[in-house]
Nanobody
Framework: QVQVVESGGGLVQTGDSLRLSCAVSSSSNAMAWFRQAPGKEREFVAH????????GYADSVKGRFTISRGSARDMVYLQMNNLRPEDTAVYYC????????????????????WGQGTQVTVSS
């Protein structure tokens, strides 16, 4: 059973920063962050491919969030700067053992393993 564990969420104020971490118990080549706000669908935030370090971001976070990988294929981070109230959501880490086609990296259905989520709340 592959486990995915997120950490680093919390309550911050507008303009603050947070760093989320994700640990996966199995080697993964494709990893991503998604988020879900109350009453809304889960949405893509950022993805990274471990083998070549390629990344992608949702337009809403581009320039403020940075996804990065650990030294082994089992860690991924999300550095979130200049946080806004609209960033408030439960953030989920997702992983897939295989490299994903570029066209599929933003789809939740492309990822096999998911964490339980970590709450990020940004107050105005």
């Amino acid at each position: 059973q592959v486990q995915v564990v997120e950490s680093g969420g919390g309550l911050v104020q507008t303009g603050d920063s947070l760093r989320l971490s994700c640990a996966v118990s199995s080697s993964s080549n494709a990893m991503a962050w998604f988020r879900q706000a109350p009453g809304k669908e889960r949405e893509f935030v950022a993805h990274i491919t471990w083998s070549d370090g390629s990344t992608g971001y949702a337009d809403s976070v581009k320039g403020r969030f940075t996804i990065s990988r650990g030294s082994a294929r089992d860690m991924v981070y999300l550095q979130m700067n200049n946080l806004r109230p609209e960033d408030t959501a439960v953030y989920y880490c997702a992983a897939n053992p295989n490299r994903l086609a570029l066209s599929t990296r933003r789809a939740p259905t492309s990822y096999r393993y998911w964490g339980q989520g970590t709450q990020v709340t940004v107050s105005s």
